[in-house]
């Protein structure tokens, strides 16, 4: 028997009503149906994510390590990871039983934080870890550093390092560009940067990004990945960002371009503020 996690977003009324609907259609195809705080670790075979993009970050989190690919509904703002709306979901259920569907692999981020004493923490994202400063009043002085060779040094809010994925959420919001999924890179942006250098860079898959939080700054910073695992870092220490090695599936029904989604999802006026070319 196929099994079914359903992670949905507690805060949502809609979303207790749909988790029933859920259960019950997973079950007339022959599928179990456990929720989010009876999942033990054990193997599953999907995790049904109902909610916005912050719900499925938390999914890919509840799944870490087991494969499991994941299948956003939207009852969210945006939802750029899910693959339908609301209204979508019966139909969803109903081909993912029958096998109509293939996994879309998107790559991770893995960082290590190391504090001045040496000590480190690793750690993983979907989306991005941001390093921010950890005091309102006070900026953070950063060193970026790519492949051993210094780039620049900022006086900033924090630094976004982003997945291709990652590249529509908070890089985004930071005048970051907007990265195709299946392109694997690192983007680097700078938030709010005191500096003459601050245009957001696209890294090789290869590399590795260096941000060192340097002695000038007069605060510690705090590091968040995807905004859910937070640490402190010290002034003095610094993390080591590379692609991750286990990337998360997302369940895809259609062979619509990424450009689709792009334009769906911002709603973008494609005439322009000009009208119609033609």
Aim: charged share 20%; with cysteine; proline share 4%.
């Amino acid at each position: 028997m196929s099994t079914a996690l359903i992670v949905a977003n507690e805060r949502d009324n809609r979303a207790k009503s749909m988790v029933q609907e859920a259960v019950a259609r997973l079950e007339r195809h022959g599928w179990a149906a456990i929720m989010e705080e009876d999942d033990h670790g054990g193997s599953l075979d999907l995790a049904l994510v109902l909610g916005g993009d912050g719900t499925l970050l938390r999914a890919a989190e509840a799944v870490r390590g087991r494969s499991v690919p994941l299948l956003g509904v939207n009852l969210g703002h945006m939802g750029f990871l899910a693959e339908c709306d609301s209204d979508g979901l019966a139909g969803a259920i109903d081909q993912v039983a029958a096998g109509a569907f293939k996994v879309e692999q998107r790559s991770t981020l893995s960082v290590v934080v190391t504090q001045p004493d040496g000590q480190s923490q690793p750690g993983w994202a979907l989306n991005e870890v941001t390093l921010a400063k950890a005091a309102p009043q006070r900026m953070v002085e950063v060193l970026v550093s790519i492949d051993g060779q210094r780039i620049s040094t900022y006086g900033c809010d924090g630094m976004v390092v982003a997945t291709s994925t990652g590249s529509t959420g908070h890089a985004f919001s930071a005048g970051g560009p907007v990265v195709w999924p299946d392109l694997d890179a690192l983007l680097v942006v700078p938030l709010a940067a005191h500096a003459l250098f601050d245009r957001p860079l696209i890294v090789a898959p290869t590399s590795t990004v260096r941000v060192e939080l340097l002695g000038a700054s007069r605060a510690d910073g705090l590091v968040a990945c995807d905004g859910r695992r937070t640490v402190y870092l010290h002034v003095g220490g610094h993390l080591d960002l590379t692609l991750g090695t286990e990337p998360v599936g997302l369940v895809r029904f259609g062979e619509a371009p990424f450009a689709t989604r792009l334009v769906y999802k911002f709603e973008l006026p494609t005439d322009g503020w000009r009208g119609d070319a033609e």
